[in-house]
């Protein structure tokens, strides 16, 4: 669970692909790309999950993968790509870096069928994208990270919020979220880890700048055994409002927030990333039901979860069951990472439809193309509406299980913010959005982007 | 496409084989446990990175670390070896001086996590958990580092270093310097008492060791561009000794063996597990956790029926009877 | 100034926890001389047992008693048929840190598919606060301590005062000589498993209370601890490891008080450090392996 805690697994992985130079040789021998630039080609494609499956962050693997496995069923259950039928594959990272760039070449130069990759975290994914843009290979990350701000990879895409911009939305939570008067003390709870760094810089400048006080700003080291002072700190300077992701920690940390403030929760707000049925569970178990209900929200790209495209991939993602060796996939369903993978891989299949080609160098702008749609475009929410639509002539825009997309010119996709809260069984639950208005002034205020 | 894979194998086993080769000196020959073995491999990479880089004001501010050189090859190399070195110096003086050699293994682990723990928390030093991304290779201005070529460039500036290493080794090894570190591991008291210096040698090749380790994260960080606190979790360092035990300590060559056997052999049990069981999927995770339950019986296993590893250190004895010398009454030869 | 009063309230029961677990490690390596890494994974593992018992309505005071057998039994096991093959064969300390390393990942990775990557916490009754100053405990939280100060009693009348203690310091002190004294030496290490193990049974029970959540990643954390108050105290000495867990725990909260939190871990084991190079034997090392205070 926690990025900061030794993971045994790291060293091996990396020292695993050393394999002898026979197999080098082999691979050398047999390579080539089979892609061709004219016509769908035929025989089964694949789809890449680049992603920790062990390690620290072990959790993320798995449900980038349901959503996967949905969107496959989804476009196998259609006819397939020209006829080709897409399936998944996992290839562990560790959560590491070092790890990742033998697991992306092996990936490479053993599948020359790859579609595209999902995945590549903030773990890995500064070591990755170049990897896989160099290959041409589409990528959808889950990575925050703020280098990717404005990234210059053309095979890249993200479908996720930078963490900067998580920052601001949650400002922007603060001061104009339903429910409650603008806060007018803050105390920023942030971890030790890859994602919450990002917060912090970008949250001080625009709260100060706002004349909003922020009565604590507490770096916590994530997986301690407990953090009693550090909330006895916190509660020293009594805040209105918490503002936090402590991914891993946040049930330790909450739960001592209710017993020394006497049985009383303090209203928190947690990032994009906190919409997790993992954090969920902890914070839930800790501070008990309705306490939490009552007192958390957060922030999250306007996902609309509704419509015949998100109906699609609840029905794929139940009959992924039983590929989760019966675990529960439906667990996934409102997780956004699951769901904006899922609309990436159908995104790139209708981009394969669309420019009639396996190869990458042509229908990698087309998926721009589908997602933001050109003037005139027929609005499809499955690939299967999307393959009929095009075979009747059309030119296409993909509005699907999470709603529109918007890629910039960096192919970040950031449409705004909704403001959210999580019901009772740690489904989503959107309670009003930020205007253009409101996130441009904090945005301001914060030093841009 | 493939000349890439064929390079990051050839690489990373280069940084291996270097990396073991270090650790079979200080552990192997001389008997010193050096748990944080890995934080050395870590100060050259994180050295050899902010020599090469720009200034952390470059490239739009994403990240924030200390230095930013720009310096060509092969100084951030040289500087990544040099660092290595120097930090071995103040670890030394700690832990090698007056503690027994379990509480010197235990120290030296805690001192890893400490180390890991401080350069994640400190944000602003070295860019914390997320590590420092974009570090440009040798000759990265020059060659396209995405390119095929630039593969066999780096191969070809790897290699060298994997010979010049082993050079020193087994220069080492065999040197008169060499049997003084055997005898010393071998019976430390006993070697004090024919006027050996334990501390003075232990000091000796853990800064020999600091130097080689430091080199082999310069290696490793200009080829993958990024380095970050989870790549150093001290777990690695154990399973660079376990390299070393399965390819046999105190032998230059076992130790090079165990940098690439152990991952075959990893490698070559981990694809036993299949990946469908009867028509059944296996959840997600099961794979890589079974992977690791392997894993340790291979290690188990191996420490079990070949202990002295696959290529056990020689006995050093005088062949025949021994050996004679002329000596007169004042001890002259 | 009230901060620092409940820090130290709070170190506590940090030290508490740690003292557990750490005086059960600590008789691993002076007894059976086992620097034993797969110890937070037993730990974690018996927190599962209890946690499996606790589901079930078993209050969790009730499921530690599972946990300790779980413990028990599990430790005993691994050192009948791993560790004492092992070192009957004449394998180096070192040797043997690296199988408890893969003893380690071998438990880890089967715990894993059974109960997955998610945390989870226990059912507790934490009954009522307590206040003084700024120090606000739960009963449960007092209890916890409670239960380290009747453990820890409990090992001092067992090595001071009994027959069984006697026989283990013996053969901490000189296995070869204690069992030339007639001192079955074999059974006094299983019996030093068994006990150990169940500690840490009560060990993994009682730091996945204090933590609220664990996880199967949790053991390695918790493992780092432990070592570091068992050296802190002294390696293999009990009542150092008590003094080392007293320290550490109540550094790491007063640090967490007046420095910034994010490095009071960095502060405790730095201590170790000092504690090292000035004291190279540890805290109580001068009166020989698992002598006995006073």
Redesign the interface.
Known sequence: MNKTQPSVSHRFNRFGLISSVAAILVLAACGGSTATSGGLGSGPLLVGVLAPFSGADASFGPRYLAGCYAASLSINGAGGIGGRQVSCQQFDTKGEPADAVPAANSMIAGNSNLMGVVGCTSDEASTVVPILDRSHIPMFCMTGQSEFNKSTAKYFHRLVPADSFDAYAMIGSALFGPGHAPYKSVALVFGDDIGSQTFVGPAVAALTKLGVTIAINQAIKLGAASYRTEVAKMLLTKPDVILTETIGSAGTYMKEVKQQNGGKVIPFIGTSATIDPVWFKQVRDAIGLPDFLANYQAVDLKLTLSGSGYDEFVTQLTAADTKFGGSNALTYKGKSPTVHLYDGIIMTALAMVAANSADPTVYNPKIIDIANGVAGATVVSTFKEGVDALKAGKTIRYVGAAGENNFNQYNNSQQGYNLVTMDKDGNEVVLGSLTQAQTQQIIDAGGGA | ??????G???V??AV?IIACLALNLQ?GVSGI?NFSFIVFQSVGAYTAAVLSMPPDTA??A??FYIGGYQLPFPIPWIGGAVAGGLLAIPVGL??LR??????Q???L???S??AN??I??A?TFL?????I??VPGPFADQVDP?SDGYQLLYVGLAVPCVLLVWLVAARIVNSPFGRSLRAMREHELAATAIGKNPVQLKMTIFIVGGIIAGLSGAI?VG??????P??W????T??????V?VGGRGNNIGAMLGA?L???G??EV?RLIPATIGG??????????????A???L??GF??FR?EGVRPEQRRVFAGAPVREEVDHAGNP | MELYVAALGFGLISASVIAIAAVGFTMQFGIANMINLAYGEVMIVCAYVALYVNQRGVSVWASMIAAALAGAVLSFVLNRFLYAPFQRKGTNLIGMVIISLAASLILANILLPVVGYDTSSYEVDQGPLLRWYGLVLTTAQIAIIFVAAILMLAVHGLLRYTRLGKAMRATAANPTLARNCGIPTQRVIDLVWLLTGALCGVAGVVAGMNSENFAVASGAAYLITIIAAAVLGGAGQPYGAMIGALIIGIVTELSAAAIAPEYKEVVAFAILVAVMVLRPQGLLARRGALAAAG
């Open positions: 496409m493939n000349a890439y894979y064929a990051t194998l050839l990373y086993a291996d552990f446990v490239n739009g994403y990240q700690v832990v007056k503690l027994r050699a379990d509480y293994a235990i120290s682990l805690v001192l996590v400490i723990s401080v994640m928390n944000r860019n914390g958990s997320a590590g991304a974009q995405l490793l080829y993958i561009a990024v380095w970050a989870s790549e979790l001290y777990p690695e154990i399973i660079l000794f376990a390299a035990i690439l152990v991952p075959v990893f490698f981990t059944w999927t296996p959840p997600p995770n099961l794979i890589p956790a079974m992977e690791w339950v894993i340790g019986l290690i188990i420490l079990w202990p």
